[in-house]
């Protein structure tokens, strides 16, 4: 029995300890948010937080994970910058199909968490394993820099 820290919670899975973290969070622990893009870590839509650093889920190990502070898409928002940054980017509506948008945020927070200020240089560096085939690179790091300052604008509704 593997026991893990996941959003604030212990969770216990019966699972080979070589089995990939995302299939973990997805399969045994039912939780969609992350998600599986390619499966050999290089286009960031399953990116999670290990204590507190972006990684790709789909090539670690669970056992890599044990002892460790797991934070997925479920649990980000509940810190103060998670939720600055998801409401960055509903506000600049980065999101179009919407896929990578997970791994995107996560990395996101990840960035913003060890550099509160980012340059372009850092942002685009961050950010730079996350793809997005619809092209929302601009939308991204102006959501990360609004993130940052905490101006965040919000869109109109019609009333």
Known sequence: MIVLSINGQ??????????????????????????????????????????????????LPVAGAVGKKITTIEGVGGTDLGQRVQKAWLGIEVAQCGYCQTGQIMAATALLAQKPSPTDADIDSAMSGNLCRCGTYVRIRAAIKQAATGQITLPQTIA
């Open 10 to 59: 212990d969770s216990q899975v019966d699972v080979p300890d070589d089995m990939p973290l995302l299939w973990v969070l997805r399969d045994v622990l039912g939780m969609n948010g992350t998600k599986f893009g390619c499966g050999i870590a290089q286009c960031g839509a399953c990116t999670v937080h290990l204590d507190e650093q972006a990684v790709r889920s789909c090539v």
